[in-house]
Nanobody, 124 residues
Framework: QVQLVESGGGLVQAGGSLRLSCVAS????????MAWFRQAPESEREFVAA????????YYADSVKGRFTISRDNAKNTVFLQMNSLKPEDTAVYYC?????????????????WGQGTQVTVSS
């Protein structure tokens, strides 16, 4: 498994932007597909975006498509989530996750390692 630490959350007004980062420990970051999930109070954890091991493939939830961009820097063991045009319904704790599978998965049970989460709050 890999250890993951997220940062970059905060409070922002609707229409604003935030950039989340997730740094992974170890030398095998490039062997993991990475994803971002989020969880609002009293809601299940939901898929946001995923990126392949090389960064060549990306997949997004319909709710964030066109507003969020996932990217990675394998040299820095880091995955990013650029969030633009934020809405109050984007308010949640955001988690990064790692999977050894080649295919991009949307189910949280298919990811092996998780960070502790970072809070994103969007005010109206």
């Amino acid at each position: 498994q890999v250890q993951l630490v997220e940062s970059g959350g905060g409070l922002v007004q609707a229409g604003g932007s935030l950039r989340l980062s997730c740094v992974a420990s170890g030398r095998t970051f490039g062997s993991y597909s990475m994803a971002w999930f989020r969880q609002a109070p009293e809601s299940e954890r939901e898929f946001v975006a995923a990126i392949s091991k090389s960064g060549g493939y990306r997949y997004y939830a319909d709710s964030v498509k066109g507003r969020f961009t996932i990217s990675r820097d394998n040299a820095k063991n880091t995955v990013f989530l650029q969030m633009n045009s934020l809405k109050p319904e984007d308010t949640a704790v955001y988690y990064c996750a790692a999977s050894r599978e080649i295919a991009l998965r949307v189910g949280p049970e298919q990811y092996d390692s998780w960070g502790q989460g970072t809070q994103v709050t969007v005010s109206s």
